[in-house]
């Protein structure tokens, strides 16, 4: 299973990096668990990712807490982020806060996720670290991943009993909702 998903990653992220068209993801602002939220998990999109720049922005504009995520050995732990790249310490590509982690996790109410590729049951292809399932299984909230409009599958994507299904995928144009 291992080796398929990598194949499948190999080949999204030559395909992302094939066709990628900047684009803003603002369609997620008026889906109502994001409206409701106070306390919303993000994180900071890099290369040829769907971009998180416009929907960090509107987060804080909107008064709500945004949270994003840092690697902590082989967990996530979230931290406080209020906009300023200042507070943002960058390993490789990716940009993670600097600050003391939150202990109280079910203030998180929505939390958006980097995915490849995401299927009609809301199972995601993602790098392949394995960070955001082991952290998704202690967030009680309504869990969104980006995806660009290709690569919503019609194929059921392999998974594994540790895989955590997404409640919804956004594209630059539609929110989709995971009937479960």
């Known amino acids: 299973m291992t ?11 030559r395909e992302r990096s094939q066709k990628f068209i900047a684009s803003n993801f603002n369609v997620i602002l008026q889906a109502p668990e994001i ?14 990712e769907p971009s998180t720049v416009e929907i960090n922005e509107a987060f804080l504009r909107s008064g709500k807490s945004l949270v994003l995520p840092r690697i902590n050995g082989d967990q996530l732990e979230w931290v406080s982020w ?20 939150i202990g109280d996790l079910s203030q998180i109410k929505a939390v958006i996720v980097p995915a490849l ?8 292809l993602g790098q392949g670290g394995g960070y955001y399932d082991r952290a998704l299984v202690h967030l009680n909230a309504w869990k969104i991943g ?5 690569e919503l599958s019609s194929e059921t994507l392999p998974h594994e009993a540790h895989d955590v299904p997404l409640d919804a995928a956004a594209t630059p144009s539609i929110v989709v909702r995971f009937n479960r």
């Open 117 to 124: 590729k995401i299927d009609q049951a809301g199972f995601r």
């Open 146 to 150: 980006l995806v660009y409009a290709g």
């Open 3 to 13: 080796d398929q998903k990598e194949i499948l990653r190999e080949r999204a992220r």
């Open 82 to 101: 209020d906009g300023d790249p200042a507070k943002l310490l960058t390993k490789k590509k990716i940009s993670e806060p600097v600050g003391d982690a």
């Open 35 to 48: 409206k409701s939220a106070e306390m919303i998990a993000s994180y900071i999109s890099y290369e040829y």
